[in-house]
């Protein structure tokens, strides 16, 4: 009977499907609104026919809940595949149809294209708290480093002397941002606004910026406009600390709910955000076969380099996910100060001549097979008692 071949282009407004027969002949291309009832006729159409495959090039919500709830068969195709894959064919042309027929085509000569699944709400759930929790982190570094900036335009000395990680610091800045206005506010009404807004430590505070704002008696170009910046920009980092302690918290609550959040934490070295993080991107591991096919995934599995004579080289990948290599990287980095297994292994491959680099990575790929073992027998990481130091993690 064959079989039918659909690539979908995505884009915001529309979508263009391009369907192909087992001979790679088209059998439809047609550009269709991104609504549910053009995406459920497209899908219905086709399916009458012949048994119809589908691949996509960008996760778009709507159009997967639809083929899902038809029962499609759904690969991913990433768009540096898309591009190298329409080198193969005729023309240098770039349309959203000709992306569509790529897309079909390489669904139609391969096999090894990875799965979509539907997300259960947990996990999507995850995922939005987690990506959210990213665009706050990247605000607030961002606004960090442009306070630091002023500052040092401002007052090198009194840059040096505060920590913008500090709520008690932030306040201050909310209200001083100069030598001078420092210097006629005097310690007793410095000492007296802290206090008052429960700032710790607020007289050892009151000396420190004192004694840095009497260093500088000098007014630089711009100081007043610079000040007022300072100023409004402390008030919106203290509002995005806020925002990721809430936010922190909530995760908290759904990783502790998750059925696979206690296992999870319990591998030193991640907490309820990495725990999170995992999560969301790796779901339940029901995608995953083996520890090889999560590494290989993850990154921390390195890949052959080898020709003619060459033979036994392992590079590091350049195509994995950039989400969970961070997951398996941060956890190894903080398990080497806080494991002593984990850094006993460490130092073992250390010993053996491996880089920091090549070392952080094997303990990676031993805590991804340690956690896949945690999460397979449903049981929470526990250390046994080593029978030679730096041996095994588990």
Aim: overall charge positive; aromatic content about 4%; glycine content about 8%.
């Amino acid at each position: 009977m064959g079989s039918l071949w659909a690539g979908v282009d995505v884009g915001k407004t529309h979508r263009h499907v391009c369907v192909v027969d087992d001979d790679g002949t088209v059998v439809m291309s047609e550009k269709i609104p991104n609504d549910q009832q053009s995406i459920s006729g497209i899908a219905g159409r086709g399916k009458r026919r012949k048994p119809i495959r589908w691949a996509v090039d960008l996760r778009a919500a709507l159009l997967l809940a639809v083929l899902f709830d038809r029962g499609a068969d759904v690969r991913y195709v990433s768009g540096t595949v898309t591009s190298r894959m329409a080198e193969a064919f005729h023309g240098e042309r770039k349309t959203d149809a000709h992306d569509a027929y790529v897309i079909a085509q390489t669904l139609r000569m391969r096999g090894d294209l990875p799965t979509l699944t539907l997300a259960d709400g947990v996990q999507q759930q995850m995922k939005l708290l987690v990506s959210r929790r990213l665009d706050l982190v990247a605000d607030r570094v961002r606004i960090t480093a442009r306070i630091q900036d002023l500052l040092t335009m401002i007052s090198p000395a009194l840059e040096k002397a505060l920590n913008l990680r500090s709520r008690g610091e932030l306040r201050l800045l909310a209200q001083w941002q100069t030598p001078a206005g420092l210097r006629r506010a005097g310690e007793a009404r410095i000492l007296a606004y802290l206090r008052q807004h429960d700032v710790w430590a607020a007289k050892a505070l009151t000396a420190k910026v004192l004694a840095a704002a009497r260093t500088q008696t000098v007014a630089v170009a711009g100081e007043a406009t610079a000040a007022g910046i300072v100023g409004q920009m402390a008030i919106d980092l203290e509002a995005v600390n806020d925002r990721i302690t809430a936010i922190e918290e909530t995760i908290a609550a759904v990783v502790a709910e998750h059925e696979l959040g206690e296992i999870v934490t319990s591998l030193p070295g991640i907490g309820t955000t990495l725990a999170a993080e995992f999560l969301a991107h790796a779901g339940t591991l029901t995608t995953y076969q083996s520890p090889a096919a999560l590494a290989a995934h993850a990154g921390p599995a390195p890949i052959s380099r080898d020709s003619g004579r060459r033979q036994g080289h392992q590079v590091r990948p350049h195509r994995y996910h950039r989400g969970l290599r961070r997951v398996f990287s941060m956890s190894s980095f903080t398990a080497l100060t806080r494991c002593p297994r984990s850094r006993a292994y460490y130092d073992k491959k250390r010993a053996e001549g491996k880089t920091h680099r090549q070392a952080t990575a094997a303990l990676s790929r031993q805590r991804l097979n340690v956690l896949w073992a945690c999460i397979r027998d449903k049981t929470p990481y526990q250390p046994k008692q080593p029978r030679s130091a730096g041996v095994a993690l588990c």
